[in-house]
């Protein structure tokens, strides 16, 4: 699994891959997680995946821990909108890459409590 943070890299940094191929990477990467014990995982996380997947995602993980989190998911933006229908059961978290660093952001969908 650490070999694949230097493919990660290349592939983000490369002009000659496809950035399909960090997708792929990302389900490859989630095989290997769920190999390893069978607490990476629950069935729900495993049907959400799988939706996602049979939906158009190329790949994703799990972020967070506890209980709660997000499902990241890599998808070709003409398959999106397929993929949020899906799952339309779940809060979709839009987001987007930069450059400026890290900064803290609190998201709550259904506003400040």
């Not at 990477?25 to 095989?31: E, H, K, N, P």
Request: proline fraction near 4%; aromatic fraction near 8%.
């Amino acid at each position: 699994m650490q070999e694949m943070v230097q493919e990660a890299v290349s592939l983000l940094r490369g002009d000659h891959n496809s950035i399909t191929e960090f997708g792929k990477l990302l389900a490859q990467s989630w095989r290997y997680k769920k190999s390893l014990s069978p607490n990476v995982s629950t069935q729900q996380i495993d049907d959400m995946y799988e939706a996602a997947c049979d939906a158009g995602a190329i790949g994703g993980k799990i972020l967070g821990a506890g209980g709660g989190g997000f499902l990241l998911l890599f998808v070709k933006p003409e398959q999106q909108q397929e993929v949020r229908e899906r799952l339309s059961s779940l809060v979709y978290v839009p987001f987007s890459f930069e450059n400026s660093g890290t900064r803290i952001v609190l998201y709550q969908p259904s506003g400040l409590a």
